[in-house]
């Protein structure tokens, strides 16, 4: 007697407003290129930011085991949140400004083949990150990203050239701050920074590597400290970031690491996966190794 087949339920979640691309298309490629032989699809637009949480958390409870996150790593946050520590599936059809995790992963910048991707349904057990128990995937930080994070987010346009634009303007008039920070309970650091990353992922996103060597799956975070730096320095620093060679900066300093303490001047702006929030003096980061389930090609 031949076994009847069911499919896996899978949503794909878009966020319209990620990105500079158009997403009226998008379910149309979804449907026609998702396997439906293996796939029940169900397609939803959020229409407010963190609604895609609420969405998945729904979802859960009617046994759906793969989300797909069309937009970008503020998208994947909402939704991989919901799903750490569980046995459902995170995929991506990466959609947003900077698709930081998706580069890392290597997945596939255009929907189409982002969607093959999920039909092989190759699954790796990848790190997040923690600051104050707030889960992030690829980068989080404070300092000079957080504030250009912020201002970005303010701003109607979104792509990299806005994003270049927003880092220029605030360049002049930001004031590093003074930090200490306490390594694994062992090491101490006092620094003025002019940034400080804490990667789970290698890059921000559109290729900027602040930490070239970093392993999702390797149970550390790498903290990278930008010391302050001159207006001549610039050019030398962006050439770096972008080619993978940052670490070779006079100006930076990299450690892996599993757990941080940070203690900060001011209470301010943090950016978690690109998003901003504000939280206290006091940020206490760890790692949560092979956490998270994803599709990968």
């Not at 930011?49 to 909402?78: H, M, P, S, W």
């Amino acid at each position: 007697m031949l076994q009847s087949f069911v499919k896996e339920k899978i949503l794909y979640i878009i966020n319209p407003n990620s990105g500079t691309r158009y997403k009226g298309q998008i379910p149309a490629i979804i449907r026609n290129h998702t396997d439906n032989t293996i796939f029940d699809v169900e397609i939803y637009f959020t229409r407010y930011r963190g609604e895609a949480t609420e969405i998945v958390r729904q979802k859960l409870n009617e046994n759906y085991r793969y989300f797909v996150a069309v937009g970008g790593d503020g998208t994947v946050n909402e939704i991989a949140k919901e799903l750490i520590n569980t046995e459902a599936v995170l995929a991506i059809i990466p959609s947003g400004s900077g698709n930081g995790l998706a580069r890392h992963l290597k997945i596939p910048l255009t929907p189409k083949k982002a969607i093959e991707v999920i039909n092989q349904k190759k699954c790796e057990s990848i790190d997040y990150g923690l600051i104050n128990d707030l889960p992030f995937f690829c980068t989080c930080g404070v300092g000079f990203d957080a504030l250009v994070s912020e201002k970005f987010d303010q701003k109607k346009g979104r792509g990299l050239l806005n994003y270049i634009k927003t880092t220029f303007l605030e360049y002049f008039d930001y004031k590093p701050e003074t930090y200490q920070i306490i390594i694994d309970d062992q090491e101490t650091i006092s620094s003025r920074a002019f940034l400080i990353t804490f990667a789970n992922a290698s890059q921000y996103g559109n290729n900027a590597l602040i930490a070239p060597l970093a392993d999702i799956c390797d149970g550390k975070l790498e903290i990278c400290i930008l010391s302050p730096f001159s207006l001549i320095q610039v050019p030398s620093i962006g050439i770096r970031l972008f080619t993978g060679k940052i670490e070779k900066s006079s100006s930076v300093f990299i450690k892996q690491t599993r757990k941080i303490l940070l203690k900060r001047e001011f209470e301010g702006t943090i950016h978690i996966d690109g998003e901003t929030r504000r939280l206290g003096k006091e940020l206490q980061l760890s790692v949560i190794s092979r956490g998270l389930k994803v599709i990968i090609p």
